[in-house]
Each structure stands twice: as structure tokens, then as C-alpha cells.
């Protein structure tokens, strides 16, 4: 059984997952808007990936008799200077869940709480992942420019993530 605080704060993390996938698909939106096909389908698996994680909150807080409470989600923006400025912010954003995430394996620890310690190192190593990601598509864009014949090149490539 959870403690309260682990289950309130593991229900704030479903919200936040369900978030990131909200915002994602704003950002899946804003590449369309611009015609570049194969961003928006990348942030369009990043989206659905997302509320996965939610899901995966969702049904853990259920097996360790736990309640699930939706909050509201707060809306994203829709609009960006550049497809750079874009990935910096999903970058900037799952170093920000990499941080709620060891913020809940610390509050797991301290409740000496085992088996969430444990659900949350699959999410400690799939931040890895999704940072490392967001990191490489900022590097090429840097490297390619933000040119919207390099980008033609780079969206081809990012069509292709299943």
C-alpha cells in the first residue's frame, strides 16, 4: 500500500505526464502549421510515448491500492521563433522530468517504499533516453542550421521514428 504522500505525488506525476504528451502534441500541431511532415510525426510518438508513462502511473497507483486524481493539464503554447527553439524547449523539458522523477525516487527512499523505488528505475532510465534524444535532434539542427533546406533533409530523418 502507498503512503498518502507517495500517492499524491505520484498522481502530480501522472498530471505531468499527461502534460508532456499535451504539449508534445502542441508542438506536433506547430510542425504541421510549417509543413515539416516528419517533426510533427516525431512529436506525435513523443506525444503517445508520453501519456504511456502516464499510464504506467496510472496503473501502479491502482496496484498498490491507490487512488488515481486527475488534475487539470495545463494548456502549451502553439507558437515558436524556429524548429531550434522547439527541440531546446523539449530538451529543457525532460530535464525538467528528469528532475520530478529523482525527486520521486529520494521521497521513495525516504519512505523506505521498495517497490516504488523499484517502478521508478524504469523511468530514472528511460530519462536517459529522452534526453539524449532531444539533446542529438538540438546538436543536428546547430550543426545543419535552422535553413529550411537542411531542415527538409532533417524531417525526412525524423519521419522515420515508429
Do not use: C
Not at 26 to 31: D, E, I, L, N, Q
Request: cysteine-free; glycine content about 4%.
Amino acid at each position: 500500500m502507498l503512503s498518502r504522500t507517495l500517492e499524491e505525488a505520484l498522481n502530480r506525476q501522472i498530471n505531468r505526464e499527461l502534460y508532456s504528451s499535451y504539449l508534445y502534441l502542441g508542438m506536433a500541431a506547430y510542425f504541421e502549421s510549417v509543413n515539416l511532415k516528419g517533426f510533427a510525426s516525431w512529436m506525435l510518438v513523443q506525444s503517445n510515448e508520453e501519456r504511456g508513462h502516464a499510464m504506467k502511473f496510472y496503473d501502479y497507483v491502482y496496484a498498490r491500492q491507490g487512488k488515481v486524481v486527475l488534475d487539470a493539464i495545463e494548456a502549451p503554447k502553439s507558437k515558436w521563433t524556429s524548429s531550434g527553439k522547439v527541440f531546446e524547449e523539449v530538451y529543457a523539458h525532460e530535464q525538467k522530468v528528469t528532475g520530478l522523477i529523482n525527486n520521486l525516487v529520494e521521497l521513495a527512499t525516504k519512505e523506505k517504499d521498495h517497490a516504488t523505488f523499484e517502478f521508478l528505475q524504469w523511468f530514472v532510465k528511460e530519462q536517459v533516453e529522452e534526453e539524449a534524444n532531444a539533446a542529438l535532434i538540438v546538436d543536428k539542427i546547430k550543426t545543419l542550421g535552422d535553413i529550411p533546406g537542411h531542415l527538409f533533409y532533417l524531417d525526412h530523418e525524423l519521419s522515420k521514428r515508429k
